[in-house]
Nanobody
Framework: VQLQAFGGGLVQAGGSLRLSCAVS????????MGWFRQSPGKEREFVAV????????FYADSVKGRFTISRDNAKNTVYLQMNSLKPEDTAVYYC??????????????????????WGQGTLVTVSS
């Protein structure tokens, strides 16, 4: 299974970006798809997840109300729409796939080690 994330870039605070993650090599609809991010010197942190079963979503408190995760099973792609971006959102963003993932929420896991496959990351830089 291969994941390819793209769509990162430089944006001013308050702006928007949409990240995409294209998945190939397996049955996309069987995977909960998560987005994580990592800033220099920090651990990788959970951003959002969308369930393989019913498309339910779950967000980190830091992005709730600003970011929206969605998926298109026909295109084998998961998206992360990021609005009202803040400088603290600056990070490398990674997409990940968790086979039949449920996590503690029943919608997908917040824990990186539960994911089976990872994309290469795309850099998002938010200037103040």
């Amino acid at each position: 299974v291969q994941l390819q994330a793209f769509g990162g870039g430089l944006v001013q605070a308050g702006g928007s970006l949409r990240l995409s993650c294209a998945v190939s090599g397996s049955t996309f609809s069987s995977y909960s798809m998560g987005w994580f991010r990592q800033s220099p010197g920090k651990e990788r942190e959970f951003v959002a997840v969308i369930s393989w079963r019913g498309g339910g979503t779950f967000y980190a408190d830091s992005v709730k109300g600003r970011f929206t995760i969605s998926r298109d099973n026909a295109k084998n792609t998961v998206y992360l729409q990021m609005n009202s971006l803040k400088p603290e959102d600056t990070a490398v963003y990674y997409c990940a796939a968790d086979y039949h993932g449920l996590g503690s929420s029943g919608l997908g896991s917040e824990e990186p080690w539960e994911y089976d496959y990872w994309g290469q990351g795309t850099l998002v830089t938010v200037s103040s």
